[in-house]
T-cell receptor, first 113, second 114 residues
Framework: GENVEQHPSTLSVQEGDSAVIKCTYS??????FPWYKQELGKRPQLIID?????GEKKDQRIAVTLNKTAKHFSLHITETQPEDSAVYFC????????????FGTGTLLAVQP | NAGVTQTPKFRILKIGQSMTLQCAQD?????MYWYRQDPGMGLKLIYY???????DKGEVPNGYNVSRSTTEDFPLRLELAAPSQTSVYFC?????????????FGSGTQLSVL
């Protein structure tokens, strides 16, 4: 079925450290894997995404890696800052051309100053 | 562009009442979605639409109905509200048939059923 597992559910790091969040999925036909950040009381915002034809993508302090064989992908945040504190959601497209995105359960990241 | 506009922002319903959550987008997106987010939880897909006249069920469709008579509007209907439907509801849209694009979310509707 359509399943996205996300770990950990909470993550606390010291400012300047790195944070890694991992997601696994079940459909080998999925080919689009975005990450969304949601600050308290706000709507989710896309921060980075990756398609299945690449293994890694970087955008300044954030990067996403994809292992299609193992069906997992990860978000990496380096040099964390207090403003990185938020809930992060991974998502996977299930449904081919319908572009139906199924979300993971979220990771609450707390960056301690 | 206003993006994705949701109304109302807050609503309290009594058990058994009905209501419609409105969603409109002005980006000419084909794809529109309704998600619900329970406190401290992730986003669950309720219904989605790939174009006017076409809708399909998501992960948690029970207790809801949708329609898509125009490209711009995608209302969500709750017929007999239940406490389990207390949640924050997000409408979202994206574009380009056959390709994947980022989701544009509305600001959300906070619904309480008492």
């Amino acid at each position: 079925g359509e399943n996205v597992e996300q770990h950990p559910s909470t993550l606390s790091v010291q400012e300047g450290d790195s944070a890694v969040i991992k997601c696994t999925y079940s459909d080998s036909a999925s080919n689009y894997f975005p990450w969304y950040k949601q600050e308290l009381g706000k709507r989710p915002q896309l921060i980075i995404d990756i398609r299945s034809n690449v293994g890694e993508k970087k955008d300044q302090r954030i990067a996403v890696t994809l292992n299609k064989t193992a069906k997992h992908f990860s978000l990496h945040i380096t040099e964390t800052q207090p403003e990185d504190s938020a809930v992060y959601f991974c998502a996977v497209d299930y449904g081919g051309a319908t572009n139906k995105l199924i979300f993971g359960t979220g990771t609450l990241l707390a960056v301690q100053p | 562009n206003a993006g994705v506009t949701q109304t109302p922002k807050f609503r309290i319903l009594k058990i058994g009442q009905s209501m419609t959550l409105q969603c409109a987008q002005d980006m000419n997106h084909n794809y529109m979605y309704w998600y619900r987010q329970d406190p401290g939880m992730g986003l669950k897909l309720i219904y989605y639409s790939v174009g006017a006249g076409i809708t399909d069920k998501g992960e948690v469709p029970n207790g809801y109905n949708v329609s898509r008579s125009t490209t711009e509007d995608f209302p969500l209907r709750l017929e007999l509200a239940a406490p389990s439907q207390t949640s924050v509801y997000f409408c979202a849209s994206n574009g380009r048939v056959g390709a994947n694009e980022k989701l544009f979310f509305g600001s959300g509707t906070q619904l309480s059923v008492l």
